[in-house]
């Protein structure tokens, strides 16, 4: 079987499109994401340039990336109308990577191509950082705003400082405020190494650093689908990478520059606008909220992945309920705009492609629910006079979750009626989880001291939540019920109300 190649894919020719983007990062996301957005321009003569991918870590994929000769198949499955639709796609919007610890020189040589005018990013979360270690000499620097700074610094210093150098930058690492975050640490390092007020001068006033929310569920190499696989594609790809149908990119900056990336013309989910805090709050509130509020419980009523938990006759109505009911009539934004992503957002945990398994979104739940749940049920209560009984029963089942738990090295050793299985949190939280509820006597006074402390407890909600009229007692009340009675009887309840 022929490995993917220009050949493989029936490409002729080899006429490269000019380099236009820098990319920062290889991995799953931004190649099912960005590049595919790229390659959809230039199917439509939209765009007509290609990206060069730096890989942002030592080890990576630019190896296979540049033996496949830039191209990868992108399978994207779910629903579409209740509907399964499957897309396979090769994409060939990918030049070649660069490994910058390998190539350093090659890498600031994009810095000296006009053509290129567009830099991507997503090196995780943590990407975004200042690393006090990093120095202009080293080649590379650890980190990526370092890597980053040296690139821009020589791009000026190259053009001796002509205003149409200026770059587009648009992270799209999922931290809030990524563009603002990047641009300060750049300038500070500007300022530590001591370059030329003028560089400083050239990268505010010429150079935009975007803020930007990405959203696409990316699942990566279908291993135990690959040699299926395989054999029907005719050719094997060792880049193959899957995800789901739905995709939105918020970008946040002037509209001129959207007609220069014209995605919006090409068909695609792509959203320029001058605030982007409502985008985030509906995601936060509804997409991630909608997980975060729903998980606890299903994994403790015995379900495993969200797909079973939305074809579960008592947790899809659950889900469903909290969503509808009590988490858009939360949000004060426009209720046709929310709405409509909710039912984008219930489409997409019903894909039948996608294996997403309940514990590891349970991971580092209590912080998780802090920005995700608890507006909701805040606002809830202020907007309506009461508590929201879904979201509170959310959060008895994330706390009972932690019941009866052991500390076994970083993480925790908890029960449900399923079995043992691993829990994954801020030590501190597991700590703290295990001191509380060693105090339970199986009593609704005891339930309630449980509530209490959990509630107090400012380091983990940024308040204490026993000023919330009401919440405490409620808390209380399903804490008993669901450790008195189980999860099941609980949900069943108050889904039939």
């Known amino acids: 079987m022929q490995q993917l190649n220009r050949n493989a894919a029936g490409i002729t020719g080899s006429v490269q499109l000019p380099e236009r983007v820098l990319q920062f990062g290889e991995g799953n996301f931004l190649r099912a994401f960005v590049d595919w957005k790229f390659h959809q321009l230039n199917k439509q003569g939209l765009f007509n340039g290609s990206v060069v991918v730096v890989q942002p870590i030592a080890e990576g994929l630019v190896p296979l990336i540049n033996e496949q000769e830039g191209l990868f198949t992108l399978l994207l499955r779910g629903l579409q109308d209740g509907k399964p639709v499957e897309k396979t796609e090769i994409i060939s919007s990918i030049s070649r990577g660069i490994n910058p610890y390998k190539e350093w020189n090659e890498y600031l040589l994009c810095a000296e191509n006009r053509d290129i005018e567009f830099i991507v990013s997503n090196t995780t979360e943590a990407g975004i950082a200042y690393e006090s270690t990093d120095r202009p000499e080293m080649t590379p620097p650890a980190s990526f705003p370092a890597k980053l700074a040296l690139y821009l610094y020589h791009r000026y210093c190259h053009f001796e400082g002509d205003p149409a150098t200026g770059m587009v930058i648009l992270p799209c690492e999922l931290i809030d405020r990524n563009g603002d975050n990047l641009k300060a640490i750049?300038?500070?390092?500007?300022?530590?190494?001591?370059?030329?007020?003028?560089?400083?001068?050239?990268?505010?006033?010429?150079?935009?650093?975007?803020?930007?929310?990405?959203?696409?569920?990316?699942?990566?190499?279908?291993?135990?689908?690959?040699?299926?696989?395989?054999?029907?594609?005719?050719y094997e790809d060792k880049l193959l990478n899957a995800g789901e149908l739905f995709h939105l990119?918020?970008?946040?900056?002037?509209?001129?520059?959207?007609?220069?990336?014209?995605?919006?013309?090409?068909?695609?989910?792509?959203?320029?606008?001058?605030?982007?805090?409502?985008?985030?709050?509906?995601?936060?509130?509804?997409?991630?909220?909608?997980?975060?509020?729903?998980?606890?419980?299903?994994?403790?009523?015995?379900?495993?992945?969200?797909?079973?938990?939305?074809?579960?006759?008592?947790?899809?109505?659950?889900?469903?309920?909290?969503?509808?009911?009590?988490?858009?009539p939360s949000i004060k934004l426009d209720k046709n705009l929310m709405t409509d992503f909710a039912n984008s957002v219930i489409e997409r945990f019903q894909n039948p492609y996608i294996k997403h398994y309940l514990l590891s979104i349970l991971l580092n739940s209590s912080s998780k629910f802090k920005t995700r749940v608890l507006p909701s049920i805040l606002e809830y209560q202020e907007q309506h006079g009461k508590l929201p009984e879904k979201l509170v029963v959310s959060l008895a089942a994330l706390i009972s979750v932690y019941k009866d738990g052991k500390i076994e090295g970083s993480g925790m050793q908890a029960e449900r009626n399923k079995g043992t299985f691993e829990m994954k949190d801020d030590l501190p939280a597991l700590e703290f989880f295990v001191e509380t509820w060693s105090k339970y006597d199986n009593t609704t006074q005891g339930a309630l001291s449980v509530a209490k402390v959990v509630l107090a407890n400012t380091a983990m909600w940024g308040r204490d939540l026993n000023q919330v009229p009401g919440l405490t007692e409620k808390t209380a009340d399903y804490l008993y019920k669901i450790t008195a009675s189980g999860i099941q009887t609980v949900v069943k309840e108050l889904v039939a109300r």
């Open 249 to 328: 990119w918020v970008i946040e900056g002037p509209s001129h520059l959207a007609k220069r990336l014209p995605f919006a013309e090409a068909g695609l989910n792509v959203v320029w606008t001058d605030d982007m805090a409502p985008y985030r709050t509906r995601k936060v509130r509804i997409l991630n909220g909608g997980h975060t509020c729903s998980v606890p419980a299903a994994f403790l009523y015995g379900l495993d992945t969200v797909g079973e938990m939305m074809d579960h006759e008592i947790m899809g109505a659950f889900v469903r309920q909290a969503v509808y009911d009590e988490i858009v």
């Open 186 to 234: 750049v300038l500070r390092l500007a300022e530590e190494w001591q370059w030329p007020q003028e560089f400083s001068a050239w990268l505010k006033e010429h150079n935009y650093f975007l803020n930007t929310l990405v959203d696409r569920v990316v699942t990566g190499y279908p291993r135990d689908e690959a040699a299926a696989l395989t054999e029907r594609l005719g």
